[in-house]
């Protein structure tokens, strides 16, 4: 069998009405399907109107208004079955899930879920190139944003921030990352288990630097859904 990277895969990303993951709606979704050769296949994209005013801090990042939402955004709650039941295709079909800082998407979407009272998202075969790159090249000084690991392994990002634009580019940099180092070519469960252990291991010792000045810090290291 072909490994990962050169199969059928999809790119994941949410764009929301703030930074933490247990309050956010989702304000923009895309899952990007990408062949076997790298080139886009297929799309699925909602704009969707969260019923509240959207920050504008968080429209500054997105582009996307209140008012804009309002106008064209479908409902929250039509969106969020849709973007799931999207997302349980693709697992069922045991085809990998790519999100750049998978843990805030899908904390996201778990919480929008729980909100409604509806199942929870299995989450396999998911691909993180954000947990990914800190693990395989850890001394690397620098930023570690998706616009900076886009420079670093030659990707080519176009308007930053949309949700279709950063799902393209977390697929291009897992790419890159499975080209670069052979050892990430394994099977998606075990690439999975590593992914887990290897977020709880950067989550600790984050803390454990952080806890040099504040011995209260606290790092979340659950992965790819933070835990309650």
């Keep these: 069998?072909?490994?990962?990277?050169?199969?059928?895969?999809?790119?994941?990303?949410?764009?929301t009405t703030g930074r933490d993951p247990n309050e956010a709606l989702i304000v923009t979704a895309s899952l990007v399907v990408v062949d076997p050769h790298g080139n886009l296949a297929a799309s699925y994209e909602w704009l969707v109107d969260p019923g509240v005013p959207i920050p504008e801090e968080a429209a500054a990042v997105h582009g996307v208004s209140t008012e804009r939402a309002q106008a064209e955004g479908i409902p929250a709650n039509q969106a969020v079955v849709e973007i799931a039941d999207t997302l349980r295709d693709f697992f069922d079909a045991g085809i990998p899930v790519i999100a750049f800082n998978a843990c805030y998407d899908f904390t996201v979407m778990d919480r929008e879920l729980a909100r409604r009272g509806l199942e929870p998202l299995q989450n396999q075969w998911i691909i993180d190139p954000f947990v990914i790159d800190k693990q395989v090249d850890r001394y690397r000084k620098g930023k570690r944003t998706l616009t900076?690991?886009?420079?670093?392994?030659?990707?080519?990002?176009?308007?930053?921030h949309t949700s279709a634009a950063d799902?393209?580019?977390?697929?291009?940099?897992?790419d890159g990352l499975a080209v670069k180092y052979a050892a990430l070519q394994v099977g998606l469960d075990e690439l999975h288990s590593l992914q887990v252990r290897w977020k709880a291991e950067q989550a600790a010792s984050f803390q454990e630097y952080l806890r040099r000045k504040d011995p209260a810090a606290v790092i979340n290291g659950d992965w790819p859904v933070q835990l309650r």
């Design 167 to 174: 799902s393209l580019a977390a697929v291009g940099v897992a």
């Design 1 to 15: 069998m072909l490994p990962w990277h050169q199969q059928i895969r999809v790119g994941f990303d949410l764009e």
């Design 148 to 160: 900076d690991v886009c420079a670093h392994y030659g990707v080519t990002l176009l308007d930053a």
